[in-house]
Every structure is written in C-alpha cells, then in structure tokens.
C-alpha cells in the first residue's frame, strides 16, 4: 500500500500542476487510506505538503506577472490567523468521542473525515460546472480589467470562514477562494489562480506550525510525500501544454465526487477503528 501511496503522492502533483486547485484535495485520503496515518494528523500533513507545493507553483506564476501580492496581503491575513488558530486551539479542544447516536459513536477522527469527505463533494461540485464566463472572455480577448475595488468587510469574512475551513481539514480550499478574489477583489482569472496559490501556501504553512507543540511528525514520510506532491507539479506542467486542463477537470472532478461519496459512506457505515 505505502508504494501505491507514493505513486499516489506523485499524482497529487501532477493533478495541480495539470488543472491548478483542486488536485490538493487527494492528500487527505492518500494518507490515511494508503499510508494509515491518523485523520487528525493527516489533516495537519496536508497542511504541509498543499502548503510547499502551492509554494512551488506561485514562483512561476509571480514571474508572469500573475500574482497580486496587495489582494493576496489583504485575503491572506484573517486567513492565516484562523488557519493557525483553528489548528493551536480549536482541533485540539474537540473531544476524542464528540457525540453518539444511537450506538454510533462519532470519534474526532470520524467528524474530521466527514467534514472533509462533504469539502471534496463541493469541491466536485464546481470542477463538474467548469466553465465561466470570465474564463471564456478573456481566452476570447474581450475581458476588460475592471478597476481594483475592495470589498474588505466580505474578504475580512470569506478569508476568516476559509482559513478556519482549512485548518479544520487540512485543504487548501482553492475552489472557494478563488470565485472570492475575482467577485470581491475583481481580478481577472489567471491572477485569482495565480493569487491563490500564495495565499494557500502562506496560510498552510503557517498553520502547520500551530500542530508542531500538540503532534508527533514523522518527518521523512512527510518529506517524501511532499517531495514527491512537488516533483508531480512539474510532470503536470509539462503535460498541461499538450492537454486540455479545462476538460481533465471535468473528469477529475468526478472522480473526486466518487471519493468523497465512497468516504462518507465508509465513515459512516464501516469507520475505521
């Protein structure tokens, strides 16, 4: 299982570096289905691993000019505040049996797992939809750049609700920052992807940190994970000159609904002891 984990390591990396966001959101399964780590610290490996390979992939794209490090300041700091909040205070403060129904018994580790089987089925949900307008005018060529705006009670809000978000589960949370830098911060596309990917790598990485003092790392699986996740980005790069991203995340957006529907179901009706 643990070499299929590496393949699987390295697809997570070619999935970003094919179709951007969204290829994170397979680190959490890959590590507890095929490595058997505990839910609760995989959600912090995530961290670790979405957090350095988002890092890698917003060096190119600062080089084009695609990142607008004002709106990734602004976003980015009630993000990482409760990124790092929710994993120092919050997951720790969950009880290890949280309620029961019945004879069910929801554990910590099942609550964790749900909530992020309910993350992926959302994130399917806009992979599935794909196209925008936006997308289309500027591939077209008649997107007009609007003026800068910001709309700093609502990214204050959708920064906060995303970090807390990430920190509970672990992912990056691309999908919904995304639509939120261009609707609140009005940039076009590629510099909300661009944008995203700092954003991502500042508040992941930085809320790792808030697990270092509550749980124990095995370094050298996280560090070939992780490597391997980085290794895939450039795999994907390559690849995503030759192939279509826009349909690939069509398909992968189905294939992350099945997962997040085959998750829920397992937790649910067979949870792992």
Not at 58 to 73: D, E, F, H, S
Not at 79 to 101: G, M, Q
Not at 169 to 193: D, R, Y
Not at 223 to 248: C, E, H, P, Q, R
């Amino acid at each position: 299982m643990e070499i299929i984990g590496y393949f699987a390591s390295l697809l997570i990396g070619i999935s970003l570096g094919l179709i951007g966001g969204g290829g994170s959101i397979l680190t959490v399964p890959v590590l507890v289905y095929l490595f058997g780590v505990n839910p609760i610290l995989a959600t912090a490996y995530s961290l670790f691993v979405v957090g350095a390979s988002s890092l890698v992939g917003a060096i190119p794209k600062y080089r084009q000019g695609l990142i607008n490090v004002k709106t990734a300041v602004i976003f980015g700091i009630p993000s990482i505040a409760a990124v790092y909040a929710t994993r120092k205070f919050i997951v720790p403060l969950i009880p290890s049996e949280v309620f029961t129904i019945g004879d069910f018994i929801v554990t910590k580790s099942i609550l964790m797992m749900v909530l992020f089987a309910v993350l992926m089925v959302s994130a399917s949900i806009s992979m599935i939809r794909g196209k925008c307008e936006q997308c289309e005018k500027e591939k077209l060529g008649t997107y007009v750049e609007e003026e800068q705006v910001f709309n700093y009670p609502m990214i204050l809000l959708e920064g906060a609700v995303v970090g807390t978000l990430t920190g509970l589960v672990g992912a990056g949370g691309g999908f919904l920052i995304i639509p939120a830098l261009v609707m609140l911060s009005k940039l076009s596309m590629k510099q909300a992807v661009g944008t995203s990917l700092l954003i991502i790598a500042a508040k992941s990485l930085i809320g790792f940190t808030g697990d270092l003092g509550h749980q124990e790392i095995d370094w050298n699986l996280l560090l070939t994970v992780t490597g391997l996740a980085i290794v895939g980005i450039f795999f994907g790069d390559i690849l995503s000159k030759k192939v279509d991203g826009n349909k690939l995340k069509v398909g992968f957006g189905w294939f992350v609904l099945v997962m997040g529907i085959y998750i829920l179901i397992q937790q649910l009706a067979f949870p792992l002891k």
